[in-house]
């Protein structure tokens, strides 16, 4: 079941994001994946208190096909999972995995 969900990119700082899927979603737990036309990043999640999961973005020394901006971090928001947490994840090369845990 992969499909597209809607991505909002609140910030964008140097790593560059492409779209992102739903891969599989239950009642309380999904799985998402985030297309990076940046390479080798870091994936820094977070979870606000109000909003839910928020997840960020960041360059490394080994990241390359960057952004031509001061900024550093990336910022999205994935409005279809307001109000789930980021529960764990990981960055590859050009996708980032990312388990979703509802509240």
């Given at each position: ?12 700082g140097k790593p560059r994001v492409n ?7 239950g009642k309380g737990v999904a799985a ?56 764990t994840g990981e960055c590859g090369r ?10």
């Amino acid at each position: 079941m992969r499909r597209h969900t809607q991505m909002i990119v609140v910030t964008q700082g140097k790593p560059r994001v492409n779209s992102a899927f739903v891969i599989a979603k239950g009642k309380g737990v999904a799985a998402v994946e985030i297309n990076m036309d940046s390479k080798n990043c870091n994936l820094l999640d977070y979870n606000d208190e109000e909003i839910g999961a928020e997840i960020w973005f960041a360059a490394n020394e080994n990241s390359c096909l960057l952004a031509d901006t001061s900024e550093e971090f990336t910022y999205i928001r994935l409005p279809e999972f307001d109000g789930w947490d980021a529960f764990t994840g990981e960055c590859g090369r050009y996708t980032a995995r990312i388990c979703m845990v509802k509240r």
